[in-house]
């Protein structure tokens, strides 16, 4: 198994509050990613990152922040929780080929957050 | 941008019928193109891949998958259904040869296998 690890895995909060997501890799792959998981939408994209320093948005980045100092580390950030925040977070690694990702996704196991 | 659309959000089939899951996608790019397996209560493992080595790829579980630009679509298939085969399944794209590489899902298709 890849080593990627979430933490927390479960976290609940209230509104309003920041909340942090830590994803920690020892595979020293380029790439991270943050998804969220909620019924009917499948996983959405919310920021990635290409190396140290190099993040993007994805695709409902709203709301989220993130940063990756270090290879291995990799933030999510929710700087004033909403309750359309819950939902399943994964985090993701992908390693580099040729001109980018291999596309091929290695996942955490998930972290739960409950915003109330 | 690069988008994925799966059809039907749940599909039932009998234990040893035809599996077919229907993925189409839009890239502006020649893509990388994937389908992805949940099992309850677990993450997302990898299917199989096309890189366009081979427009039909083969992947784990009997699972195979045809890539057809023409038709923009990248179907999930498996000949005969075993019951552990229900799962969620995801059809995702990236972009190839992108250094900032986007990887897309789709909203996912739910197996469900009658005895």
């Known amino acids: 198994d890849a080593g990627i690890t979430q933490s927390p895995r479960h976290k609940v909060t209230e509104t309003g509050t920041p909340v942090t997501l830590r994803c920690h890799q020892t595979?020293?792959?380029?790439?991270m990613y943050w998804y969220r998981q909620d019924p009917g939408h499948g996983l959405r994209l919310i920021h990635y990152?290409?190396?140290?320093?190099?993040?993007d948005k994805g695709e409902v980045s709203d709301g989220y922040s993130v940063s990756r100092s270090k290879t291995e580390d990799f933030l999510l950030t929710l700087e004033s929780a909403t309750s359309s925040q819950t939902s399943v977070y994964f985090c993701?690694?992908?390693?580099?080929?040729?001109?980018?990702?291999?596309?091929?996704?290695?996942f955490g196991e998930g972290s739960r957050l409950t915003v109330l | 941008a690069q988008s994925v659309t799966q059809l039907g959000s749940h599909v039932s089939v009998s234990e040893g019928a035809l599996v077919l899951l229907r993925c189409n996608y839009s890239?502006?790019?020649?893509?990388?193109l994937f389908w992805y397996v949940q099992y309850p209560n677990q993450g997302l493992q990898l299917l199989l891949k096309?890189?366009?080595?081979?427009?039909l790829v083969k992947g784990i579980n009997g699972f195979e998958a045809e890539f057809k630009k023409s038709e923009t679509s990248f179907h999930l298939t498996k000949p005969s259904a075993h019951m552990s085969d229900a799962a969620e399944y995801f059809c995702?794209?990236?972009?190839?040869?992108?250094?900032?590489?986007?990887?897309?899902f789709g909203s996912g298709t739910r197996l469900s296998i009658r005895p």
């Open positions: 595979e020293n792959h380029r790439y």
């Open positions: 995702a794209v990236s972009d190839r040869g992108s250094s900032a590489s986007k990887i897309i």
């Open positions: 990152s290409y190396g140290v320093k190099d993040t």
């Open positions: 096309y890189t366009s080595a081979a427009t």
């Open positions: 890239s502006s790019v020649p893509p990388y």
């Open positions: 993701a690694i992908s390693a580099v080929e040729t001109g980018g990702s291999t596309g091929e996704l290695f």
